[in-house]
């Protein structure tokens, strides 16, 4: 007979029973696990921002902030496996990404103090049953669930062993960091949901990076940045000019920048100029926005700091995806390979930054 497994719900839903007879199991009632990593609360249980109180906010930035990039529950459990049933909408994957990134699970257990991936939960409906892990020891065990990258998270339930105990754990990243960036923040083109650049950053550092990342769409257009402004954080990292054009970056930068200095004098911001496009060292056309997209943002950094405006850091893209054009997915999205390097250069560079504010005592 097969083990019968216990789900613990993430949404509102009643709970359901895999591999089993529910009629033979305890009827227990389990609170509804947080989901973290947003920039702020919402209503909406999945999104990563409320974009009803933004209006005026772009169509399309508002359907990607339903996207649950990002996103992850986090709990502790001594099960010798682990589920999950989780449902998506109907939308294609994207070509240049593998379906477990846009739309399954990925599960990291702590082994020896370190965040170790463990299993992902893979797509084969718009809602999927999957054994993230199992043949476990009943060890208790510290685990975080990643939410897809490119798709709206409409549920999720997480399966233990009937007799285990399950409890949900507070956010293990400290602090809060929001991201603001392109498709390449959002994930695009990791192999899976905990490989996006934000999550690695958080799982190495112990901090909260929040994937605030709008593929297509980091234009700092005004309505978007008073949504960043409403998001408390104690360091913010603009990774956004990938998307703007060289006249946006010369026209929007300088409120972006000094909308978030007067909502918050000592937060550190950090600039980081974009990635070159592989396929750009061939067609001149790519390659030379590339350059005027980075000329420009470092005139707007030279600016603002000549205007006075203090805590502002500046990233340049020099060796964000190596040497050997091997990096990329498609000429511009990273592969792993390529997020790996581009966290070689970010994370060092970030946290020198950090470890000069109090709040970030790094040791």
């Known amino acids: 007979m097969k083990a019968i497994k216990l789900f613990i719900t993430a949404a509102c839903l009643p709970l359901f029973f895999l591999n089993g007879n529910a009629q033979n199991l305890k009827k227990t009632k389990f609170n509804t696990l947080t989901i973290l990593g947003k920039g702020a609360n919402t ?24 996207n649950s990039a990002g996103l992850f529950v986090t709990f502790k459990t001594n099960s010798t496996s682990i589920s999950a049933k989780w449902c998506v909408t109907n939308k294609k994957t994207s070509s240049n990404m593998t379906a477990i990134a846009y739309k399954g699970l990925d599960l990291y257990i702590k082994k020896d103090e370190k965040w170790q991936f463990a299993g992902v939960g893979r797509p084969n409906a718009t809602c999927s049953e999957y054994d993230l892990v199992k043949n476990m020891d009943n060890s208790e065990k510290e685990c975080l669930v990643y939410l897809p990258l490119y798709d709206e998270t409409k549920s999720l339930e997480i399966g233990v062993d009937e007799n285990a105990s399950f409890t949900e754990l507070e956010n293990p990243f400290k602090k809060k960091i929001v991201i603001y960036g392109s498709s390449i923040l959002q994930g695009a083109s990791a192999s899976r949901p905990g490989m996006a650049y934000p999550a690695r950053l958080s799982r190495s550092t112990g901090f909260n990076f929040v994937n605030i990342g709008l593929s297509g769409s980091a234009k700092m257009e005004k309505a978007v940045v008073d949504m960043l402004a409403d998001m408390p954080a104690d360091a913010y990292i603009l990774d956004c000019i990938p998307n703007s054009s060289p006249a946006e970056i010369k026209e929007r930068t300088s409120y972006l920048v000094k909308t978030l200095r007067s909502r918050y004098p000592k937060a550190p ?18 390659g030379a926005r590339v350059s005027q997209q980075n000329e420009e943002i470092l005139k707007q950094y030279e600016l603002l700091k000549g205007q006075g405006v203090k805590d502002l850091y500046f990233i340049t893209a020099e060796n ?5 054009h091997e990096a990329t997915v498609d000429g511009t999205h990273p592969n792993d390979i390529g997020f790996d390097r581009m966290l070689q250069k970010l994370e060092p560079e970030v946290l020198n930054v950090l470890k000069k504010y109090r709040e970030f005592m790094i040791k």
Request: without cysteine.
């Open 43 to 66: 209503e909406s249980e999945f999104h990563r921002v409320d974009t009803v109180k933004y209006p005026d906010m772009p169509k399309g930035v508002k359907g990607l902030l339903t």
């Open 269 to 286: 911001i950090i600039i980081v100029q974009t990635i070159v496009r592989e396929h750009g060292f061939f067609d001149k056309s790519v």
């Open 320 to 324: 964000l995806l190596g040497t050997d």
